[in-house]
């Protein structure tokens, strides 16, 4: 059976839009680990880092993680309260990246 794939928009702030070859909105593919569960956000930002290294250095730190400094919306909840990494992304799913306050 196959992994399932979706479809996740990383809606970037202008600031960090030159990161992302200058767009304001990234589109990558996350995968699930296997046929039973869902794309998780932790899946879509390997994507990502793969995808766009010099954006992805500015989201992630070294060890994969979000940095302390960026704050990650899915579905209007923050990304930390879902399960960081963890999070089950919905087809089709929005990721709103912010800079903490």
């Known amino acids: 059976m196959a992994k399932p794939v979706t479809l996740v928009t990383f809606v970037l702030p202008v600031?960090?839009?030159?990161?992302?070859s200058g767009a304001?909105?990234?589109?990558?593919?996350?995968?699930?680990?296997?046929?039973?569960?869902?794309?998780?956000?932790?899946?879509?930002?390997?994507?990502?880092?793969?995808?766009?290294?010099?954006?992805?250095?500015?989201?992630c730190d070294e060890h994969g993680g979000i940095r302390r400094h960026i704050n990650m919306f899915v579905c209007g909840e923050n990304a930390r309260r879902l399960g960081g990494l963890a999070c089950a992304l919905p087809p089709g799913a929005e990721v709103y990246v912010m800079p903490a306050l």
Request: charged residues 25%; aromatic residues 4%.
């Open 24 to 59: 304001t909105e990234v589109r990558v593919f996350a995968v699930a680990d296997d046929a039973e569960s869902h794309p998780t956000l932790g899946a879509a930002l390997h994507t990502l880092r793969r995808t766009h290294p010099k954006l992805g250095r500015r989201l």
């Open 15 to 20: 600031m960090l839009g030159h990161w992302g």
